[in-house]
């Protein structure tokens, strides 16, 4: 295992349709890595708008009365809020605020240029490997699916870690 400081930052994703096991694979890659010393960012990235903010809130009434930027801190922790003007990728917001972190995960953002690992649930839709998403390197799924690509088993953690480090960890592109 790397130690924290010792390679560039690393930045991939993980894709897959809906309730493939998307968090329940990023959840053991964070617990994994960040045990071997890594300092690990993950970003939730959705096709939807959301709100974390909530009314009655300081922070929610510094952004009302036209904050560009809100952020909470206790010191040990902060939570940022802020609007971009020009659209972001994930893989943008990755490069601009996660610096400081060995690696970054995108949980989703399957049109982004980025390398990619499929989770392959019981969905009726194909593959995403299977409709023109690029970048995907390897799969996970409890599927024999007919793919070239490398393919462990969802709960093959240490097969889809050894497939990270040979696929994505040793190159030299974030």
Request: cysteine-free.
């Amino acid at each position: 295992m790397r130690k924290a400081g010792t390679i560039a930052m690393k930045i991939f994703a993980v894709v897959g349709r809906s309730n493939s096991g998307k968090t329940t694979l990023v959840e053991k890659l964070v617990r994994h890595y960040t045990r071997g010393g890594l300092k690990v960012s993950t970003i939730k990235s959705i096709r939807h708008d959301y709100e974390m903010d909530h009314p009655g809130k300081d922070s929610y009434r510094h952004r009302e009365a036209g904050a560009f930027s809100s952020a909470i801190t206790s010191g040990k922790k902060f939570s940022l809020i802020s609007t971009i003007d020009d659209d972001m990728t994930p893989l943008e917001l990755a490069q601009r605020y996660f610096s400081h972190s060995d690696l970054v995960i995108i949980e989703g953002y399957k049109e982004g240029d980025t390398q990619k690992i499929e989770v392959v649930g019981d969905s009726s839709e194909d593959p995403l490997f299977l409709s023109g998403v690029d970048n995907i390197l390897l799969v996970a799924s409890d599927n024999s699916l007919e793919t070239v690509l490398p393919q462990y088993r969802r709960d093959d953690v240490e097969g889809i870690l050894r497939g990270i480090e040979d696929l994505i960890l040793k190159t030299t592109n974030t």
